[in-house]
């Protein structure tokens, strides 16, 4: 079965054929490192870590390219600000973006060039253009001219002379069209810059990533990912920026994630909504907010809410606890080597699978992996293996369902945290945020321990319902109890 990609270009789905046999080149536009990166923008990292990982295992082999833009306007400003050199200040958020990426567990990249490594590389590319009469120079500066490609536009589907001024296109008396854009500005007092052919300057916004594509990955590149609001300008003139340098198509497939809404309002500065990943992280989880991610459709508006939270983790708290009963049973009981999986499970499994290869091909539809997870979970769960040592089949199903979750946990980067400390954690989390006093719990449990002891039912069932009532749940095995907050 073919994977299918809905292309941003095209605004259709289109069956994907690699440019090189077996292999995919891969670009995502990473962040300006300034501060800290909010939610909305892990949305693409989280995202794109798992097309990788079903790319490879459709066989492929990714070069996956997440660029760093550690030269800009608020970087340089930041600096300023600060008395310091503008790499002290991305050189600082690099590394805590590192900090935030590898606590959400997610692969590392094949490459993560800087721009200011690949400045040599930009003037030439940049010369090119120009050589190609598809740019011009003015006052050291210099300029696309959109008008030279026909083609412009067709990715945002703006029109040039809809580019017109007053369209939040500044005025500029020196550009022969208002929809023209720098692709090399001289340097200003207190900035670094580099020399060029055109004087000292600096690159223009959108020319790194076109630059550091061809030196990494070649002229054209399979996929090329974002956020829908890099659409327009920055791919739009990256296009541009690709055909007037290479005279060859630049991207086969555009891949753009949508946003993502807090309690139904876009995040922006004025509403003050702006959630940083680390903060998030801390007040919920890692976990959480990949899950909330993988399990909305990467093209679809991610709305977070209370009650999406809530339901994320009642989701996250049932695979953990089937995963921690997997666990029970491969630790505890025998494996004799004569018992068989589960017939039901087996072929529900194989069966799941099957489903899930199909709507992931078809434009990564994540929904249909979650709801074959639990599916999953539902049907082993009600195996009630924990009970039954003395079954040799308990063994090898507990084994199947395990390797079965892992194998998509690790697709998903989800799923992969000792599910013993992860539930103690959430359930840490909750009596936080619920402001349930724990040494309270740990009384009550312990007098409706001493009330069953002392045979007193009418005690005990009032410690129960206390507890309830707390907004505490437990089971009891013989001698030991296992309590949770409820979700
Ligand atoms: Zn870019």
Redesign the pocket.
Known sequence: MSLVIYNTLSKKKEEFKSIEPNKVKL?L??PTVYGLLHIGNFRGPIFFNFARNWLEKSGYEVNFTY?Y?DIDDKIIKKANEEGVDSLVISERYIEEFKTDFKRLGLREHTNNPKVTDYVKEIVEYVETIVKNNHAYVVDNEVFFDISSLESYGELSGKKIDELSAGERVEVDNRKRNPGDFVLWKPAKEKEPSWDSPWGKGRPGW?I??SAMIKSILGKTIDIHG?GID?IFP??EN?IAQGVGCNSCKYVNYWMHNNFINMKGEKMSKSLGNIIPGRVFMDEYHPEVLKFLILSTHYRSILNVSDEKIEQTFSGLLRVYRAIKSADFVLENFENNNEGKPNKKLSSLLADLDNKIEKSINDDFGTGELFAAIYDAVRTFNALNLERKKKDINSYPTAKLFKEWISGYGEMLALFNENPESFLLEVNELFLKQKNIDKNEVLKLLDGRKSAREAKDWEKADQFRDQLHNMGIDFSETGDSVEWFVKV
């Open positions: 670009y536009c990473g660029n833009t959108h790194e990533c974002g890099l920055h791919h990256e």
